[in-house]
T-cell receptor
Framework: SQTIHQWPATLVQPVGSPLSLECTVEGTSNPNLYWYRQAAGRGLQLLFY??????ISSEVPQNLSASRPQDRQFILSSKKLLLSDSGFYLCAWSGWGPDGYTFGSGTRLTVV | AQKVTQAQTEISVVEKEDVTLDCVYETRDTTYYLFWYKQPPSGELVFLIRRNSFDEQNEISGRYSWNFQKSTSSFNFTITASQVVDSAVYFCALSAVLPFSGTYKYIFGTGTRLKVLA
């Protein structure tokens, strides 16, 4: 069966520090991968999606970047965090049909 | 562009009451898919249901039921005899085809926080 792992679960980082959040999927190949952010009390905003290795599409301009160095690995990064980067980050995967997402457990990022 | 509106930001009910969560969507796609997800306090989103645009039959699963009305672009979710464990944020989502790929992304509403009081 397919599983999705996301880590770390929580992170407190100072302003200006770098960020790396990792997400991996098991039990499937060539998944579509997604990064979402949920700000406190807000909905889910799609940040990046990837339909294949090294194929990254950004939905909104921001201080973050994403990479997919391997088929089932998706990384969210920043060189210098801003206070506004705080939020709950969710990784998700989907197949190629309209079956919806399977989400990871999320990373709660607090930038101080 | 696709859009999902969940006008109810927060709803509080007393246990055993019925509650309906509203979802209104906008899309120009002739074929599309609608979803509901539950986000308990732990944070992880849990899939509840998928409905395609060609199937307007209402669906019931235990205490949960969904009313899809294409004419009003709505996909409402009702919990019958609510329980404290139903307390969560509920998201409605709509499919959108990703350009040049034939696959999908999903547009989420802002969510409705449901509080069920004992």
């Amino acid at each position: 069966s397919q599983t999705i792992h996301q880590w770390p679960a929580t992170l407190v980082q100072p302003v200006g520090s770098p960020l790396s959040l990792e997400c991996t999927v098991e039990g499937t190949s060539n998944p579509n991968l997604y990064w979402y952010r949920q700000a406190a009390g807000r909905g889910l905003q799609l940040l990046f999606y990837s339909i294949g290795i090294d194929q990254i599409s950004s939905e909104v301009p921001q201080n973050l970047s994403a990479s997919r160095p391997q088929d089932r690995q998706f990384i969210l990064s920043s060189k210098k965090l801003l206070l506004s980067d705080s939020g709950f980050y969710l990784c998700a995967w989907s197949g190629w049909g309209p079956d919806g997402y399977t989400f990871g457990s999320g990373t709660r990022l607090t930038v101080v | 562009a696709q859009k999902v509106t969940q006008a109810q930001t927060e709803i509080s009910v007393v246990e055993k009451e019925d509650v309906t969560l509203d979802c209104v969507y906008e899309t120009r796609d002739t074929t599309y898919y609608l979803f509901w997800y539950k986000q308990p306090p732990s944070g992880e989103l849990v899939f509840l249901i998928r409905r395609n645009s060609f199937d307007e039959q209402n669906e019931i699963s235990g205490r949960y039921s969904w009313n899809f009305q294409k004419s009003t672009s709505s996909f409402n979710f009702t919990i019958t005899a609510s329980q404290v464990v139903d307390s969560a944020v509920y998201f409605c989502a709509l499919s959108a085809v990703l350009p040049f790929s034939g696959t999908y992304k999903y547009i989420f509403g802002t969510g409705t926080r449901l509080k069920v009081l004992a």
